[in-house]
């Protein structure tokens, strides 16, 4: 598949490819874009497998501390990226990583790819402060879109994602995980997060849809 420069997404649903059978999925899925990642495959998948896509991708090999599967050198790491990096269209790097992997954000603008820096907090939700303060630090380092997934137990947390979305300078995803995940995750799309993850073959992440019940349900919000 020839790989155009893709402009920012709006509200797109994205279906995640962790397992193999993903990718078998991932062709007849009603969704928008779909992301591959690389550390929670068995294996790292054979180019054809990421072209029988179809769809605008997104990269993404996280390490272990990121809430990924991979404990590699980071210039293994790195060399996943820039090996893959002609057959996706974005690559998502953690915000705590760019500076380790900045050649890889060079390369990417090189050859017009979106960049995605992602925050993640797995055990609670960040001020607005501290998320204004990493959006910040990301667009300087060539973000194209900022994206927050933070733990949303209670109205406040859901809270702070729309605020951190009406106030970011520049394309900007926030999503919940845990209890309040899921209608999190609706009324943030809806209100205008650029990439809305969901699941193809299974759960990934507590509070994500299935990525064409979503893609449907937004439809009718
Ligand atoms: O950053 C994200 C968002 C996500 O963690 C989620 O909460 O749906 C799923 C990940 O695969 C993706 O890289």
């Not at 820039?82 to 500076?99: C, K, Q």
């Not at 926030?174 to 699941?199: C, H, I, T, V």
Request: aromatic share 4%.
């Amino acid at each position: 598949m020839r790989r155009k420069k893709r402009s920012l997404p709006q509200s797109a649903v994205v279906g995640t490819i962790h397992t193999l059978r993903g990718f078998k999925l991932a062709p007849k899925a009603d969704v928008d874009w779909c992301e591959v990642r690389v550390d929670l495959l068995p294996r790292p998948p054979e180019p054809e497998l990421l072209n029988g896509v179809k769809k605008p991708l997104i990269l993404t090999v996280r390490r272990g501390d990121e809430g990924g599967g991979l404990a590699l050198a980071e210039e293994v790491r790195a060399e996943l990226y820039h090996e893959y990096l002609p057959l996706v269209d974005a690559v998502d790097i953690e915000a705590r990583s760019l500076s380790a992997l900045e050649g890889v954000v060079a390369a990417a603008k090189i050859s017009g790819k979106l960049v995605v820096v992602s925050f993640h907090d797995f055990e609670g939700m960040p001020s607005s402060r501290r998320l204004r303060r990493i959006e910040k630090g990301a667009r300087d380092d060539g973000a194209d879109i900022v994206k927050v997934a933070a733990v949303t137990t209670g109205p406040r947390d859901v809270a702070v994602l729309l605020d951190f979305l009406d106030g970011a300078e520049g394309a900007a995803s926030a999503m919940g995980m845990g209890e309040l995940g899921r209608a999190s995750r609706l009324l943030l799309a809806k209100a205008g997060s650029a990439l809305n993850y969901g699941w193809l073959d299974k759960p990934q992440v507590p509070g994500q849809w299935q990525a064409e019940e979503f893609a449907a349900l937004l439809r009718q919000a």
